[in-house]
């Protein structure tokens, strides 16, 4: 999946002779994929108020100025470090427009507040229905985005953040591995189950109704 | 990524490890390159794992068809432009675009040789299923074809040609409701940024890459359809109505007989057994005689599942006219009563009763709250008007009226001033309403319920005692004005909340969350309030400080309800498994409050329950990252409870810590997710305090006293001074001391526990501390302006400035200064939280001051003027006033070394009244009120000793005459301890 990048060590070494050029360079040929990131994990609630390509930009900002944080971590495939920036990014900007409510966030979080289960699962749900697009669509899929995110929500945070990395933002298994920070065969033995976990959760959920 | 290189096609066999990711991997790639591999093609190829196959293919089908997809907007768009060019449909001679849709392109035309105007909707036909969707399409057509009715646009026609199908309608001159009430609201001076999503729900408009709306093609649109001869429609028909600046009984008269026209055309399509499917105000056209259509009547819904018409890149602005039921796949006659209802709410109020935000925030609000009642948006609206819209867009479809023709009845009762059949639903109805909807409730006993409101009452008391108080104080001092509105501000919200919950409750609409989370606010409330206190985040620092935290007597008296509440729920609840989270959490509570007012027994013992609940919860809950922190949390929180509440109990403190970091470290993202790893970076720096003190009991077997004596940084350097038992020193205990040493300054180390006991100690909180430093670097790292890292980090530098002391002076002050200068950026990013002022004053008191250098020096007088602000500004808060006496303490410690006995008499003075000022504000003995006494005992003897030597007997006799009252204070506390 990282066919259009070449090797790291290609990139490194562009990098360290060309700095931004490079990156620029690189930067554009993944700007797709970033896309997509951005576009799942950008909050629902922010709608239009901050568009994909704001995110991109200002994401390349901030990889422009930390080249060398990449540079310094060996073993770091280029594509999953911007993908920590890109993260990184939205979650400054996540801060910025939930300001306040981050703060209290914290302040819950202090004491341990346990009822918003399923981060990934939200937003899992929300992407799907943002980008819905007719109402008469919607009624059709409800039923079974209501199963998938209820599927969701009974699996583990880690298998639910295995499935949005490898469905959603369309990782390859050493992407999502790396981004994990597990070996290749145990992300894709997570990924295996995981599937398997939402199969027989949902066929449950089928007898059920 | 060298496994991302392309290999060299192998044939795949199902032995390979890896044949399952492959397979996987492959059909997902060909399912998003648009192809429709089937399932089965793989498991004939591989039928040893056949049912492997059928579960994991299955599962990414499903994904993948829901998610929407980034490559067919493309498409989509291309073949909508294809239509979008046709200049002849079969018999018709297209004229002009009236308008799009997310599933096709209205034109006008004329019939060649008949000459009749028609309005044609065309839509690309999808290249998949083709025929089936084409003969359903035509199915459809037909039943809607044999509808006649003066309301409904016919249909007279369909058709299909190369790549795209149409059906001819009657051409109907006029504005589309949409328009009609935006133009309305317009001139009437009704927000218009709210129906500015009307407009765009009217036009469908293919959705561009960005998914933004454009300007220009609004105007373009209204333009096309202006120059459709729409000219006059605005000044002749709606024109009386349109400029009209106020509404009036005519105004409402008029909406709700357009709507019983409605309502009848949809009573006659129901007895056909056909739903519109898509009432909202966009697909309702009024003609310039006045007269009311629906149009687009059953058609085109894409209502077949597995045909994606288009598959994206249709876009219908918001999904705000949807019928709660639909969101669970349910759609009946009583939906399209409500839809309508909700059109009418639109004629009504000129403004949508769901607008604003994006498709999911909209969908939210209509799968969880009610629109706000049409009286209250404008209260011209006539009552039984708002009730007939009320009842019609109820969020049951039980409580709506059950047909059309009733709502129409009504509607038209309305019309003629009869007595109208819905009424406003009472309250008993409402409660019964919402116990259904929240069976949960039932839970909460009518006792917890009516203790919920006696301290809600009890709640807004405290409170107006409280500011009442603090009112007095702000009279004598008018710099306080600022504070006082800070308090006010705060007390209002702490009366809305408990209003809040009243009110909720009196609506019958608090259910258990609500409760709780309006007790939750309650607490976060008196936690936040003005002191570093209740932070509990600053663990472990102010142990190694020597500082206790605290609440006033006010907030001590309210939390001790709130306490009852969640102990009682807690206890009813416990073996309720639908409730054992929320009895966690009040267990939890209870046990923080337990902590704050002092009863550490009492809190240990909830901690423990909520941590065995926790743990059942935690077990099933399939690595629950919310869980696992409060369940850490709980258990840090108990480590430190246990610190306080008996020596006996350290080891278990450890132990708690120990087991809170393996949790951390056997969590699956911990060292990915910055919250656990948060989290594990301020257990390490617990578990380092709860290691000093189970260490210094291993070594000595000391007892509660002692402890206090045995630490040899910090400022409890002071407290040191009386040997290893510097509180024992007044309990009758001559201090033990290295002979000789008690001449003025120099030395102080063997007034200190034996440095090896010392030194080792300190090395294990150091390489905790250390450890926690590294997580906390690496946080800061990826996020340098997240405060909570960095405040996080001020401890784990404090802690290790006070371990690196008594070894390595220079790393500590190196230590030291980084979490000053880490505070005072702090403090500069939030000046409006004392906490990082109390802390910076603390972190300037780093130091033994056995020897101050001036920098030393430099930093208790900074000290000393920040801690003296923080007791001006805040009177009411005893940590402040404790912080005070404790700078001052150690300036006496300073003052006495250097031979100033007077100054030292003095500041010991100011220490005995700040001390005392916590005591009066402190409502119940505090494990910190020993530590206090003892020290301030202790300095007062070395005093007194200097000035016998000094022959400064006057200061002698004044420093010994303070000892009695202290020593009794202290045995009183002790007693009372146990």
Redesign the interface.
Known sequence: ???ELP??DEIVEALRAEREEALAKYFFAVQGRLK?IVNFRLD??L??RV???DVIQETYVRAAKRID?FLDKEDM?FFVWLRLEVN?KL??IH?HHFGAEKRDV??????????????TSMQLA?????????????????????I?EKTLG??????R?V?ALR??E?L????TAK????E??AA?KR??RA??R???I?ESAKKFS | MANDRPKKKKKLSADDPEALEKIVDHFTSRLRAGKHPSIAEYQEKFPSLKDEIEDLLASVAMIEKLKPSSTSPEMDRRSLEEVSGLKRIGNYEVVGEIGRGGMGIVFEAIHESLGRRVAIKVMPTPLVNRSKYIERFQREAKAAAKLHHTNIVSVFGVGEGDGFHYYVMDFVDGQTLGEVIQGMSNSSGVNSASTQRVEGTRLEMPVKNDSSFSIDEFSLESTVRDSASMEGARSKNQGDLMSRDKLDSRHFRWAARLGANLADALSYAHSSRILHRDIKPSNLILDRKGVVWITDFGLAKDSSNEVNLTKTGDVIGTPQYLAPESLEGKYDRRSEVYCLGLTLYELATLQPAYAGGTTAEIIRAIASTSPVSPRKVNSKVPIDLSTIIEKSISREPEARYATANQLRSDLLAFVDGRPISARPPSAIENIIKWSRRNPLPAALSAVSALLLILVTVSASIGYLYTVDALGKEAQRSEELVEEQEETEKQRKAAVAAAEKMEVQYKRAEANIEITLEAFDEMFMQIVSRGSSSTDLDIEGFEELMGIETSVTREDAAFLEKLLAFYDRFATENEDNEALRLESAKAFRRAANIYQLVGQYDLSVEAYKKAIFLYELIWEQSDDSKEILISLVQSKSELARGLRRANANNWPEAVRQNDEAIQLLEDAPLAKLDSDLKLELAKTYNSLGSSKVLSSVLETSGADLRSRFGLYGFGHRGAVGRGGPGGPGGIGGRPPRRAPGESKGGEPRGGRRPPSGLRKSVGRIVNQYSRESLKLLDELVEMEPSNSEFRSARVNAYCSLAATYMPVNPEQARKMRALAIKELEWLNEQDSGNPSYRFRLAMACMLSDFSNPTQDELNLLNKSLELSKELTEKFPQVPDYHSLYGSVRNREAGVLIAKGALADALASLQLVDQSFNQVNELQPRDRFGKSVMYGALASQLRMLAEAADKQGEKNVAREARSLIPRLRQNYQEHERERR
């Open positions: 999946m990282t066919e090797q790291r997509r629902y609630r709608g239009g568009s994909e390509s944080s495939p990184q979650h400054e801060r914290r302040k819950e979080m202090k004491l341990g507040k346990a009822n918003d289960s399923g981060k929300a992407h799907i229905v943002a980008k819905l697009t007719s109402p008469s669509r919607l009624i059709e899929r409800a039923e079974q985005i209501a998938l009974e699996m583990n945070e880690l298998d953040e499935i469905n959603f369309e390859s298994n050493i992407e981004t994990l920070g597990i290749p065969a894709s990924y295996l599937l398997k939402l199969r027989e949902m």
